[in-house]
């Protein structure tokens, strides 16, 4: 793993920095955290460069993992510019997007500004539309332990008290919480965009854990429909972070159960 600090300059925001971690080489994938923060997808990314002959970056948002977030960057749309700016500043092509929750929604954002760099993406419980009756649930209103719960197929396996955690831990993660706020708002979604959604011309891959307790498979079930070339797959015994849980089952959905509208992914 290589991680290296990149000065983008999306239109309207101003300069930002940007920690990338790499793993392996090949075909580029770009793979964006959700809440949890950049640790949350580290394990998949190392586990998919092993596997396969690809490139995996895994950029952190500014304001997670103790990193600093320009007060101008404060929305998911800006984030998606961020990283449309990184893709063009590395000169890449032929990109697959994955993201995790609002890293998701991130993805998704990226995929509506259509550049020519990204030829498809995959969607791994993601937030960010509104589906009536189906709401996501307010990570604001619940405690550490009910996150970890509505999170977790097995939360025993991943649950942390964070009481327990040194103070610097505990500094972070009360800046990934505060970072979630600014970026993603309370409703964690945005009213507009899965009538968008209808507009993409790629091919999207939209994985969802069986046992997610934050957006239900409802839910995720409305997201590929809006998509007009989007494949969907259930992933059983696994909750709302299944690149965690469940990293093989995610690996081999992107890798081994792709359609040929999905060359993208089978490289």
Do not use: C
């Not at 290296?4 to 300059?9: K, L, R, S, W, Y």
């Not at 990184?86 to 998701?104: F, K, P």
């Not at 979604?189 to 968008?196: G, I, K």
């Amino acid at each position: 793993m290589n991680a290296v600090t990149h000065t983008v300059e999306p239109t309207g925001i101003g300069p930002v920095e940007v920690t990338v971690a790499e793993y392996g080489s090949g075909q580029p994938f770009l793979l964006l955290h959700g809440g949890a923060g950049p640790q949350s997808v580290a394990g998949f990314a190392e586990k998919f460069a092993a596997t396969h002959e690809v490139r995996v970056l895994v950029p952190t948002h500014p304001g997670f993992g103790g990193t600093a977030r320009p007060e101008a960057l404060d929305s998911i749309a800006g984030l998606a510019a961020l990283y449309q700016g990184l893709l063009e500043q590395l000169d890449l092509a032929d990109v697959t997007v994955i993201g995790n929750s609002i890293g998701g929604w991130i993805t998704a954002e990226i995929a509506l500004l259509k550049s020519p760099r990204v030829s498809g993406i995959v969607l791994i419980d993601a937030v960010g539309i509104e589906v009536p009756g189906h709401p996501v649930a307010d990570f604001f209103a619940l405690t550490m332990q009910e996150v970890f719960a509505r999170s977790f197929h097995d939360p025993e396996k991943f649950s942390i008290d964070p009481a327990t955690l040194p103070p610097a831990a505990q500094a972070i993660a009360a800046g990934n919480r505060a970072a979630i706020a600014v970026y993603a708002g309370s409703a964690m979604a945005e009213p507009t965009l899965r009538e968008r959604l209808g507009t993409l011309e790629i091919p999207a891959l939209v994985l969802w854990g069986q046992s997610d307790g934050i957006v239900d498979v409802d839910y995720g079930r409305a997201y590929a429909a809006a998509i007009p070339m989007a494949q969907f797959q259930l992933l059983p015994a696994t909750g709302h972070s299944p690149q965690m849980e469940t990293p093989d089952q995610v690996l081999h959905a992107i890798w081994d159960s792709a359609t040929t509208d999905f060359s993208a992914f089978t490289r």
